[in-house]
Protein backbone atom coordinates (compact mmCIF):
# COMPACT_ATOMS: atom_id res chain seq x y z
CA UNK A 1 0.00 0.00 0.00
CA UNK A 2 1.63 3.27 -1.16
CA UNK A 3 1.65 5.93 1.87
CA UNK A 4 3.21 9.66 2.83
CA UNK A 5 6.61 9.31 4.82
CA UNK A 6 5.26 11.03 7.44
CA UNK A 7 3.98 8.76 10.44
CA UNK A 8 0.38 9.25 11.43
CA UNK A 9 -0.89 9.69 14.61
CA UNK A 10 -4.64 8.94 16.05
CA UNK A 11 -6.10 9.46 19.16
CA UNK A 12 -9.16 6.82 19.96
CA UNK A 13 -11.52 8.66 22.20
CA UNK A 14 -15.30 7.21 23.92
CA UNK A 15 -16.37 6.09 27.01
CA UNK A 16 -16.15 2.70 28.54
CA UNK A 17 -18.04 0.32 26.46
CA UNK A 18 -17.91 2.57 23.05
CA UNK A 19 -15.70 -0.26 21.52
CA UNK A 20 -12.33 1.74 21.49
CA UNK A 21 -10.22 -1.53 22.08
CA UNK A 22 -11.95 -3.55 19.22
CA UNK A 23 -12.24 -0.60 16.58
CA UNK A 24 -8.87 1.04 17.44
CA UNK A 25 -7.82 -2.70 17.03
CA UNK A 26 -9.13 -3.44 13.62
CA UNK A 27 -8.27 0.12 12.16
CA UNK A 28 -4.36 -0.37 12.87
CA UNK A 29 -4.34 -3.55 11.27
CA UNK A 30 -6.47 -1.73 8.04
CA UNK A 31 -3.92 1.08 8.47
CA UNK A 32 -0.76 -0.78 8.86
CA UNK A 33 -0.09 1.17 11.79
CA UNK A 34 0.55 0.26 15.75
CA UNK A 35 -2.24 -0.16 17.90
CA UNK A 36 -1.12 1.81 21.60
CA UNK A 37 -3.62 0.71 24.20
CA UNK A 38 -2.65 2.88 27.43
CA UNK A 39 -3.24 -0.43 29.56
CA UNK A 40 -0.97 -2.97 27.35
CA UNK A 41 1.58 0.34 27.29
CA UNK A 42 2.20 0.18 31.00
CA UNK A 43 2.22 -3.22 31.81
CA UNK A 44 4.70 -3.46 28.59
CA UNK A 45 6.83 -0.60 30.33
CA UNK A 46 6.95 -1.97 33.58
CA UNK A 47 8.00 -5.45 32.24
CA UNK A 48 10.61 -3.84 30.18
CA UNK A 49 11.97 -2.13 33.09
CA UNK A 50 12.59 1.09 30.66
CA UNK A 51 13.65 3.89 32.59
CA UNK A 52 9.61 5.41 32.60
CA UNK A 53 8.14 1.72 33.28
CA UNK A 54 10.46 1.91 36.62
CA UNK A 55 9.54 5.04 37.58
CA UNK A 56 6.09 4.33 36.79
CA UNK A 57 6.04 0.84 38.94
CA UNK A 58 7.16 2.29 41.83
CA UNK A 59 4.06 5.01 41.78
CA UNK A 60 1.62 1.63 41.18
CA UNK A 61 3.64 -0.10 44.17
CA UNK A 62 2.74 2.85 46.27
CA UNK A 63 -0.42 2.71 45.50
CA UNK A 64 -0.69 5.93 43.66
CA UNK A 65 -1.68 7.43 40.25
CA UNK A 66 1.80 7.19 37.80
CA UNK A 67 1.73 11.35 36.80
CA UNK A 68 1.00 12.65 33.54
CA UNK A 69 4.63 13.74 32.61
CA UNK A 70 5.60 9.94 33.44
CA UNK A 71 2.63 8.50 31.58
CA UNK A 72 3.39 10.66 28.25
CA UNK A 73 7.19 9.84 28.55
CA UNK A 74 5.92 6.18 28.05
CA UNK A 75 4.25 7.07 25.61
CA UNK A 76 6.63 9.28 23.48
CA UNK A 77 9.11 6.35 24.44
CA UNK A 78 6.87 3.77 23.11
CA UNK A 79 6.21 5.88 19.63
CA UNK A 80 10.00 5.86 19.17
CA UNK A 81 9.99 1.78 19.07
CA UNK A 82 10.16 0.69 15.11
CA UNK A 83 7.15 -0.87 14.97
CA UNK A 84 5.67 2.92 15.30
CA UNK A 85 7.74 4.28 12.73
CA UNK A 86 4.20 4.77 10.33
CA UNK A 87 2.06 6.11 13.51
CA UNK A 88 -0.20 4.78 15.39
CA UNK A 89 -3.29 4.47 17.11
CA UNK A 90 -3.55 5.97 20.85
CA UNK A 91 -6.21 3.92 22.59
CA UNK A 92 -8.11 5.37 25.52
CA UNK A 93 -5.24 7.75 25.81
CA UNK A 94 -4.57 10.57 26.96
CA UNK A 95 -7.66 10.81 29.18
CA UNK A 96 -7.13 13.89 31.06
CA UNK A 97 -6.51 17.35 29.90
CA UNK A 98 -3.25 17.56 31.39
CA UNK A 99 -2.50 14.55 29.59
CA UNK A 100 -3.68 15.70 25.84
CA UNK A 101 -1.78 19.25 26.81
CA UNK A 102 1.58 17.50 27.33
CA UNK A 103 1.02 15.45 24.65
CA UNK A 104 0.74 18.12 22.24
CA UNK A 105 4.01 19.46 23.72
CA UNK A 106 6.30 16.41 23.21
CA UNK A 107 4.60 16.38 19.68
CA UNK A 108 4.99 19.53 18.98
CA UNK A 109 8.99 19.12 20.08
CA UNK A 110 9.27 16.44 17.48
CA UNK A 111 7.54 18.50 14.96
CA UNK A 112 4.61 16.10 14.63
CA UNK A 113 0.79 16.20 16.09
CA UNK A 114 -2.36 14.49 16.51
CA UNK A 115 -3.77 14.38 13.29
CA UNK A 116 -6.71 13.29 14.00
CA UNK A 117 -8.77 12.66 17.47
CA UNK A 118 -12.25 10.45 16.87
CA UNK A 119 -14.63 10.20 19.61
CA UNK A 120 -17.19 7.31 19.82
CA UNK A 121 -20.34 8.35 21.18
CA UNK A 122 -23.49 6.11 21.94
CA UNK A 123 -26.75 6.77 24.25
CA UNK A 124 -26.15 6.17 28.16
CA UNK A 125 -28.26 3.25 28.35
CA UNK A 126 -26.18 1.45 25.36
CA UNK A 127 -23.24 1.85 26.94
CA UNK A 128 -24.10 0.37 29.99
CA UNK A 129 -26.28 -2.82 28.49
CA UNK A 130 -23.34 -3.36 26.98
CA UNK A 131 -21.10 -2.85 29.92
CA UNK A 132 -23.30 -4.51 32.27
CA UNK A 133 -23.73 -7.64 30.32
CA UNK A 134 -20.19 -8.69 29.60
CA UNK A 135 -18.45 -11.78 30.49
CA UNK A 136 -14.78 -12.75 30.57
CA UNK A 137 -13.18 -16.73 30.07
CA UNK A 138 -11.10 -17.30 33.18
CA UNK A 139 -8.97 -19.34 31.28
CA UNK A 140 -8.59 -17.35 28.21
CA UNK A 141 -10.03 -14.07 28.49
CA UNK A 142 -11.89 -14.90 25.57
CA UNK A 143 -14.81 -11.71 26.03
CA UNK A 144 -18.68 -12.86 25.50
CA UNK A 145 -22.27 -10.56 26.16
CA UNK A 146 -25.40 -11.68 27.46
CA UNK A 147 -27.17 -10.09 24.57
CA UNK A 148 -24.83 -9.46 21.48
CA UNK A 149 -22.25 -12.06 21.74
CA UNK A 150 -23.65 -14.98 24.71
CA UNK A 151 -22.01 -18.35 24.65
CA UNK A 152 -23.24 -21.41 23.20
CA UNK A 153 -23.42 -22.94 26.51
CA UNK A 154 -24.31 -20.59 29.64
CA UNK A 155 -21.32 -20.35 31.54
CA UNK A 156 -18.80 -21.95 29.53
CA UNK A 157 -16.15 -20.31 27.02
CA UNK A 158 -16.75 -21.57 23.25
CA UNK A 159 -13.03 -21.08 22.57
CA UNK A 160 -11.82 -23.46 25.74
CA UNK A 161 -14.16 -24.25 27.78
CA UNK A 162 -13.34 -22.37 30.52
CA UNK A 163 -15.73 -20.95 33.28
CA UNK A 164 -16.99 -17.06 32.90
CA UNK A 165 -16.91 -14.91 35.16
CA UNK A 166 -18.41 -11.00 35.00
CA UNK A 167 -16.17 -8.49 36.67
CA UNK A 168 -17.39 -6.66 39.51
CA UNK A 169 -16.81 -2.86 37.56
CA UNK A 170 -19.25 -4.86 35.14
CA UNK A 171 -22.09 -4.43 37.52
CA UNK A 172 -24.74 -1.57 36.19
CA UNK A 173 -23.84 0.64 39.31
CA UNK A 174 -20.19 -0.20 39.14
CA UNK A 175 -20.66 0.96 35.44
CA UNK A 176 -22.57 4.06 35.70
CA UNK A 177 -19.86 5.68 38.34
CA UNK A 178 -17.34 4.30 35.52
CA UNK A 179 -19.66 6.52 32.97
CA UNK A 180 -20.16 9.55 34.97
CA UNK A 181 -15.93 9.99 35.89
CA UNK A 182 -15.11 9.14 32.83
CA UNK A 183 -17.09 11.99 31.23
CA UNK A 184 -15.84 14.42 33.90
CA UNK A 185 -12.55 13.62 33.26
CA UNK A 186 -12.74 13.49 29.46
CA UNK A 187 -15.18 16.54 28.57
CA UNK A 188 -12.22 18.80 28.43
CA UNK A 189 -9.87 16.29 26.06
CA UNK A 190 -13.03 16.35 23.97
CA UNK A 191 -12.65 20.12 24.07
CA UNK A 192 -9.26 20.50 23.36
CA UNK A 193 -8.93 18.65 20.32
CA UNK A 194 -12.55 20.05 19.27
CA UNK A 195 -10.97 23.32 19.53
CA UNK A 196 -7.09 22.35 17.81
CA UNK A 197 -9.71 21.08 15.07
CA UNK A 198 -8.98 17.67 14.65
CA UNK A 199 -11.80 16.34 16.55
CA UNK A 200 -14.50 14.03 14.82
CA UNK A 201 -17.65 12.54 16.31
CA UNK A 202 -18.85 9.32 15.34
CA UNK A 203 -21.71 7.48 16.58
CA UNK A 204 -20.17 3.95 18.28
CA UNK A 205 -23.70 2.41 18.63
CA UNK A 206 -23.98 1.40 14.73
CA UNK A 207 -22.58 -1.75 13.93
CA UNK A 208 -18.69 -3.10 14.37
CA UNK A 209 -17.92 -3.34 10.66
CA UNK A 210 -19.73 0.36 10.10
CA UNK A 211 -17.90 2.24 13.05
CA UNK A 212 -14.54 0.40 11.45
CA UNK A 213 -15.52 2.05 7.90
CA UNK A 214 -16.44 5.46 9.46
CA UNK A 215 -13.30 5.82 11.09
CA UNK A 216 -11.16 4.77 8.29
CA UNK A 217 -12.88 7.19 6.16
CA UNK A 218 -12.25 9.97 8.20
CA UNK A 219 -9.16 9.05 8.65
CA UNK A 220 -7.82 8.93 5.25
CA UNK A 221 -9.24 11.80 4.09
CA UNK A 222 -7.58 13.68 7.18
CA UNK A 223 -4.52 12.39 6.07
CA UNK A 224 -4.26 11.74 2.23
CA UNK A 225 -2.89 8.53 0.91
CA UNK A 226 -2.84 5.67 3.77
Known sequence: MERDTKSVHVVLIGPPGAGKG???ARVASRLGIAHIASGDMFREAVANRTPQGVQAKAYIDRGELVPD????AMVMERLEQPGCREGAILD????TLAQAQALDRAFREQGTRVERAIYLCAPTDELLRRLAGRWLCRSCQAAYHEVSNPPKVTGQ???CGGELYQRDDDSREVAQRRFEVYLEQTAPVIDFYRAEGVLDE???????DEVTHA??????RACGSI
Open 157 to 159: CDR
Open 22 to 24: TQA
Open 215 to 220: ILQTVR
Open 202 to 208: LDGARGI
Open 92 to 95: GFPR
Open 69 to 72: DVTV
